[in-house]
T-cell receptor, first 116, second 113 residues
Framework: DTEVTQTPKHLVMGMTNKKSLKCEQHMGHRAMYWYKQKAKKPPELMFVYSYEKLSINESVPSRFSPECPNSSLLNLHLHALQPEDSALYLC???????????????FGPGTRLLVL | GENVEQHPSTLSVQEGDSAVIKCTYSDSASNYFPWYKQELGKRPQLIIDIRSNVGEKKDQRIAVTLNKTAKHFSLHITETQPEDSAVYFCAASITSNTGKLIFGQGTTLQVKP
């Protein structure tokens, strides 16, 4: 399996809802990433996990809560989101963290989130 | 911190022509430069990347050049085809640091048949 998969593809939620986004890869990659992408803009890094430990949090509001249950899975738990959080949420993985020559990031198809 | 500027923001070419997209970066410590292509509604896909110990890299119709002195790198697409139409993002990172990718703002390429 050479792909990063994400579920769901689309999600509509109210501001009081709790939902989760899921990302999975079976390439043996040890680094996983969450990005947020607004229309016509580049991806913005949110979180980085390395060897199942959170290594970077780009000052993301606490209504976004990442979780890495194992080396193949990455979740993003959503709670009390705002309409401005509507965006495409992309997961990515790389073989390792940069510095090892294995930093190429491969993206999943994304979850398109709409917050009403 | 690192900043990446990308030009042009939009580019329209005739099928068969060449297209060039340029990026400049601010941090001379940056040493890894990937290019991603994103079609409408799809994921960013890596099309080519270059490391700072190399000045040029080519893969069929796509090439990337890097000028470390001037701190800029460029994507060259030859013999463009309508399926090359997409948004292209350049990025830079410092692999000895966190390796965070800093993206340019993107270039929308339209290839007219």
């Amino acid at each position: 399996d050479t792909e990063v998969t994400q579920t769901p593809k689309h999600l509509v939620m109210g501001m009081t809802n709790k939902k989760s986004l899921k990302c999975e890869q079976h390439m043996g990659h040890r680094a996983m990433y969450w990005y947020k992408q607004k229309a016509k803009k580049p991806p913005e890094l949110m979180f980085v996990y390395s060897y199942e430990k959170l290594s970077i949090n780009e000052s993301v509001p606490s209504r976004f809560s990442p979780e890495c249950p194992n080396s193949s899975l990455l979740n993003l738990h959503l709670h009390a989101l705002q309409p401005e959080d509507s965006a495409l949420y992309l997961c990515a993985s790389s073989q390792d963290l940069p510095g090892q020559g294995k930093e190429t990031q491969y993206f999943g198809p994304g979850t398109r989130l709409l917050v009403l | 911190g690192e900043n990446v500027e990308q030009h042009p923001s939009t580019l329209s070419v005739q099928e068969g022509d060449s297209a060039v997209i340029k990026c400049t970066y601010s941090d001379s410590a940056s040493n890894y430069f990937p290019w991603y292509k994103q079609e409408l509604g799809k994921r960013p896909q890596l099309i080519i990347d270059i490391r700072s110990n190399v000045g040029e890299k080519k893969d069929q119709r796509i090439a990337v050049t890097l000028n470390k002195t001037a701190k800029h790198f460029s994507l060259h697409i030859t013999e463009t085809q309508p399926e090359d139409s997409a948004v292209y993002f350049c990025a830079a990172s410092i692999t000895s640091n966190t390796g965070k990718l800093i993206f340019g703002q993107g270039t929308t390429l339209q290839v007219k048949p």
